[in-house]
């Protein structure tokens, strides 16, 4: 099995391309991650930032790099000892007149011979069903009437023009067009005449429209109702029917070649959940990796769920240990002193669970209603009850459907085998339940539902297939609806503390404590010692180390709320009023705001305009994504504009309250600090494999996308680690001293993680089968501090992290780490008599006998690395 080791994301795109990569080489020798895990690199659409949208899966795309670029920079990367994970979308394809894969259907139909390949609904494309095109800005009647859908002539064949859009024509239009201009001699002129006499003729050129395999329509229509399966919510992605093993065996058959010949070592497998069969799908794409192969899943664990335990994977992508740390470094003491705060300062008395309930419901009815109508119309399909036998209506039918869909508590469940058995039969009792509690009027409808589902009676193979049909179908869509219903929304809502308001974590998350941070610690080495471990994607809301700063508020609640209070008071003029006649922002947009600023501001105390743009980017989004007053199908520049103003005005040096915010915020950014190293450490010495994020090797005070996928200069991050190797040489613990005490440029993360993936590297073993012990902290501040051994065979390794450090009085805690009085703290260490121990940092050796002071560590470094000698 190929261990990673640790991983380095890179985001391709026609910015940053496959050669650009290769041109870093001698950064990544140096920084030492084991291997380079790629965002997709499949053709996507032209322009694409991200690779998601793929139009053809077997060739590469030409705007990051050839084919044979990819070989030699992968060549060269094995050879500096660098491997290469591949990130794959199985679940979808771009809707794109450049895939002709689907253009080829919307040109033939069911005959097309990819037809089996998309998602569509039965029947879809067919008589009096086509497919829909939602890409619109109006009805289709208004877009014929403005001129903007026109008959063209593309590739020797006909099409449908919509602005830049190209949709081919069918062979029955071509033939019927061309007959109906007989006589004319030139093809060229013959072709000139039909456009024209079509195009200056709505009704024939309806006529052709009418005549096609798919129907141009507005895309708002996909609300109410769609006959293809899509990405979430989003239109111009279609989906794939993956469990056809023709399908994926076509679909994979280029990476699968770049596997086998040793070009790519594992694939990360995008949004596993969308995919009817995600068990069987793991199941195939083992089977055609190999025992070797690396795969680990993007899949979203909602608390105290686990990855089934049966999939032929590694692991996942890793946002459950961004959950896991967030909450360890979150005050489990205080969290309730500020959902308090936060509903005694905006007035908002509605619970995190009713407001998902209420939010996932509106995405269903208002954004996803047309896949409602389609999980009914396959249930009918299916037969699966007497209607008029059982006493309830369809509709009622439809209603505990939906009801069940909101009551599902994770993104999907993930039954092996029908009828539905142990604790699958038991989730989807307690779903049930759930949903009686929150609609009692449909109680009957669900009762027959959980027969259905739970298959009482039908113990036929017949009657079993059926239910797996249904049930697989039901499963695509509550990823969706719970990442459009919390992610996308909730968490844009609730901003009581928004450092847990993040992927894979909760907007109503307690923290955790020590002992059970180290309980969770212990089952992933044993369940899955090869998942990653990641703090920053290209999905995640917030850089790391803006949520490390977030939860330095857990520890100054008081501090907080006085700050708050005063702040509050001191911008209300500064507030404007919309026509509606409210005064913007709101007073939770307003406390979002402060967080926002807090977690984000420079380190050196200035707002600048590159900043401030950011901001006004980052809350247009954020107020579009809350779906409250705007929405990305309604915006409002008015009330946005507002908004940004508010935050403009705010910062203005002039203002009173940059004086007032900076001397908290600064705290806060020192402490936050800490925090960031302390992730970063148990990121990479805790079981599994550590991922870092393109540039947070340095300070990641970004924000969600496109914030976060800024260029990276590498060439600095170069020139500053040679730097710090020749100081380092000239003295190891003095070097450290200096960065620990000067760390707003970022170099001391940046050494941290390179100290940190070349300890990886060089004990692979350690960190892969290495056990993991918690040890024992005693002393008055046994709380700010968790400890624990990386042990294999006769290699011991102890790592130590302070914890909740702004916790401290002011008397104890100093600026710098290296001022708190730790008193007689101390780690208890294995085994007896004196041992000796080297500080991987400092470079220095100490003997210990049963324990190690806490002063003795953190007096000249940030972290605790001690490898026994």
């Known amino acids: 099995m190929y261990n990673p080791v640790s991983t380095y994301r890179i985001q391709f795109h026609q910015g940053f391309t496959l050669k650009q990569l290769a041109a870093q080489k001698k950064y990544f020798t140096l920084l030492g991650p084991g291997t380079i895990y790629a965002s997709p690199l499949l053709r996507a659409v032209p322009g694409s930032e991200h690779g998601y949208d793929v139009i053809n899966?077997?060739?590469?795309?030409?705007?990051?790099?050839?084919?044979?670029?990819?070989?030699?920079?992968?060549?060269?990367?094995?050879?500096?000892?660098?491997?290469?994970?591949?990130?794959?979308?199985?679940?979808?394809?771009?809707?794109?007149?450049?895939?002709?894969?689907?253009?080829?259907?919307?040109?033939?139909?069911?005959?097309?011979?990819?037809?089996?390949?998309?998602?569509?609904?039965?029947?879809?494309?067919?008589?009096?069903?086509p497919l829909m095109v939602p890409f619109l800005g109006s009805s289709r009647e208004e877009a014929i009437r403005n001129g903007e859908i026109r008959l063209g002539w593309e590739n020797e064949n006909f099409c449908i023009r919509y602005f830049d859009q190209v949709y081919p024509c069918n062979p029955v239009t071509f033939s019927s067009l061309l007959n109906d201009q007989a006589g004319t001699k030139q093809d060229k002129d013959l072709v000139k005449g039909i456009l024209k006499k079509y195009n200056s003729d709505q009704r024939k050129l309806k006529e052709v429209l009418d005549k096609q395999h798919y129907t141009l329509c507005h895309w708002q229509e996909t609300e109410k109702r769609i006959n293809y399966r899509r990405f979430f919510t989003v239109n111009d992605l279609i989906c794939l029917r993956m469990e056809d093993e023709e399908v994926f065996q076509s679909w994979h058959r280029l990476v699968a070649q770049l596997l086998h010949k040793g070009h790519i070592s594992g694939f990360r497998i995008d949004h596993v959940d969308g995919l009817n069969d995600p068990n069987g799908y793991l199941q195939w794409l083992r089977k055609l990796s190999g025992n070797n192969a690396y795969i680990v899943t993007e899949k979203i664990l909602e608390q105290d769920e686990d990855l089934p335990e049966f999939w032929p994977v590694q692991g996942s992508t890793g946002y459950d240990f961004l959950a896991m740390v967030n909450n360890l470094l979150t005050n489990v003491r205080r969290t309730a002193s500020l959902k308090k705060l936060f509903r005694d300062v905006t007035n908002i008395k509605t619970p995190p669970a009713e407001l998902i309930y209420q939010n996932k419901k509106m995405i269903l009815t208002t954004r996803m209603h047309g896949e409602w109508d389609n999980i009914m119309a396959h249930f009918d399909r299916l037969g699966l009850m007497d209607y008029e036998k059982e006493g309830v209506t369809k509709e009622e039918m439809k209603e505990a459907i939906g009801e069940f869909m909101l009551a599902c508590p994770?993104?999907?469940?993930?039954?092996r085998r029908f009828p539905i058995h142990k604790q699958n039969k038991k989730?989807?009792?307690?779903?049930?339940?759930?949903?009686?509690?929150?609609?009692?009027?449909?109680?009957?409808?669900l009762d027959i539902l959980a027969g259905v589902l739970l298959s009482r009676e039908r113990k036929d193979s017949e009657?079993?297939?059926?239910?797996?049909?249904?049930?697989?179908?039901?499963?695509?869509?509550?990823?969706?609806?719970?990442?459009?219903?919390?992610?996308d929304t909730s968490m844009y809502q609730y901003n009581s503390f928004i450092a847990h308001n993040e992927v894979g974590d909760a907007i109503n998350a307690k923290g955790i404590s020590i002992s059970e941070f180290h309980r969770q610690m212990s089952a992933r080495q044993t369940g899955w010692p090869l998942t990653m471990n990641t703090t920053s994607t290209h999905d995640t809301k917030r850089g790391e180390d803006v949520r490390a700063r977030l939860n330095v508020v857990s520890e100054l609640t008081g501090e907080w709320e006085s700050n708050i209070r005063r702040w509050m008071q001191m911008n209300q003029k500064m507030k404007i009023r919309v026509e509606s006649g409210l005064l913007e922002p709101s007073l939770s947009v307003e406390y979002f705001i402060y967080q926002t600023l807090l977690g984000t501001f420079p380190f050196e105390g200035k707002a600048n305009k590159e900043y401030l743009d950011r901001i006004d980017q980052y809350l247009v989004k954020a107020l579009r994504e809350a779906k409250r007053k705007v929405s990305w199908r309604d915006p409002d520049e008015t009330y946005e504009n507002a908004v940004c103003s508010f935050v403009r005005n705010m910062l203005d040096p002039g203002h009173e309250f940059l004086q007032a915010f900076l001397p908290f915020q600064q705290k806060v950014a020192w402490r936050g600090v800490v925090n960031s190293l302390t992730q970063l450490t148990l990121k990479c010495t805790c079981p599994g494999v550590p991922d870092i994020y393109q540039g947070t090797e340095l300070w990641d005070l970004t924000l969600v996308d496109p914030d976060n996928r800024r260029e990276v200069n590498y060439g600095e991050r170069l020139r500053l680690l040679k730097e710090m190797q020749k100081e380092h040489q000239k003295g190891a613990a003095e070097m450290i001293r200096s960065l620990s005490r000067n760390p707003f440029d970022g170099?001391?993360?940046?050494?941290?993680?390179?100290?940190?993936?070349?300890?990886?590297?060089?004990?692979p073993d350690l960190f892969e089968k290495g056990a993991y012990i918690p040890l024992k902290v005693e002393g008055k501040y046994r709380r700010h501090v968790l400890a624990f051994a990386r042990q294999y065979e006769k290699h011991w390794l102890i790592v130590a992290v302070p914890l909740t450090t702004a916790n401290l009085s002011e008397k104890q805690a100093g600026e710098y780490l290296s001022e708190v009085d730790w008193g007689t703290t101390r780690i208890v260490i294995p085994g007896k008599g004196q041992t000796s121990w080297k500080?991987?940092?400092?470079?220095?050796?100490?003997?210990f006998s049963g324990s190690i002071p806490v002063e003795e560590i953190f007096s000249d470094a940030p972290v605790g690395l001690m490898m026994k000698e």
């Open 747 to 763: 170099k001391i993360k940046l050494w941290l993680t390179h100290s940190l993936l070349n300890l990886r590297k060089e004990n």
């Open 410 to 415: 994770v993104y999907r469940l993930y039954p």
């Open 57 to 129: 899966p077997l060739e590469m795309n030409p705007e990051t790099g050839s084919l044979q670029d990819f070989k030699s920079l992968t060549g060269e990367f094995h050879k500096a000892g660098i491997g290469w994970l591949q990130d794959i979308v199985p679940n979808h394809m771009a809707y794109h007149p450049g895939n002709a894969w689907l253009m080829d259907v919307l040109e033939n139909g069911n005959r097309s011979p990819f037809h089996a390949v998309f998602d569509f609904e039965p029947g879809v494309p067919g008589p009096g069903n």
């Open 427 to 445: 989730q989807v009792r307690e779903i049930i339940n759930s949903a009686r509690q929150r609609n009692p009027g449909i109680v009957p409808a």
């Open 839 to 847: 500080n991987l940092l400092t470079l220095g050796s100490r003997k």
């Open 463 to 487: 009657s079993t297939g059926k239910v797996r049909a249904f049930f697989t179908r039901l499963m695509q869509f509550t990823g969706p609806l719970m990442a459009k219903g919390v992610e």
